[in-house]
């Protein structure tokens, strides 16, 4: 199954993410099939950025976004255009319409993490920095809860993975363990008959 998820990258405290086409069975930080778009929660708002014909191929050619990459396209309305796509409208007019749509978005390029300007002090660079990211501390529990739904349903992947190899490794030995008692059986059952074989020698000379 094709997959359409988060690809973090960044700096340590600095997150941002690659919106990437992947194969289910690819690990977390393993190759990847394309890159579709980019989501930055740290400007204000969040910036998301679409490639939109592509996020409509991949959908249309039923790849399975996760729950944090499908909200991204809610919100960015690629997720309607998809369901108006899959009804008949034309490609071209939905792309036509959606960089329509991005052009006229207006994000400040700044992070949410302020540094100190000339003549003031860290703590007042704090301060500010405290009152620029208060309105954006409501949205990210939203955000924090995507990420970590997405690293869950990678976790429960893993889980499944792992339970299937143990079962095998169990059958595995269990085989093993059947065959070396049968081999042992057999073994003893010739070296019994050689010994009645052996007894029956000597009666015959007596």
Excluded at 10 to 35: A, H
Excluded at 80 to 106: P, S, Y
């Amino acid at each position: 199954m094709v997959r359409i998820r988060l690809r973090r990258m960044g700096l340590k405290g600095q997150p941002s993410y690659r919106i990437v086409v992947t194969d289910q069975r690819s690990p977390r930080d393993g190759r990847f099939i394309e890159i579709i778009g980019f989501h930055n929660p740290r400007t204000e708002p969040a910036t998301d950025t679409i490639k939109e014909d592509r996020a409509l191929h991949w959908l249309n050619a039923s790849a399975q976004p996760s729950d944090a990459v499908k909200r991204i396209l809610q919100r960015t309305g690629t997720w309607a255009r998809f369901e108006r796509l899959r009804k008949g409208e034309a490609v071209e007019t939905l792309v036509a319409e959606a960089n329509t749509q991005f052009a006229e978005v207006q994000v400040s390029p700044k992070t949410r993490y302020a540094a100190p300007v000339d003549g003031q002090s860290k703590w007042k660079a704090a301060e500010r920095a405290a009152a620029v990211a208060e309105p954006a501390a409501q949205a990210a529990p939203s955000e924090a809860k995507d990420i970590v739904d997405e690293i869950k349903e990678d976790a429960q992947k893993v889980e499944a993975v792992v339970e299937e190899v143990v079962e095998d490794v169990v059958e595995a030995v269990k085989s093993g363990v059947k065959k070396a008692k049968e081999k042992v059986e057999e073994v003893v059952e010739d070296v019994v008959e050689a010994v009645e074989d052996a007894l029956d020698g000597d009666k015959d000379e007596a």
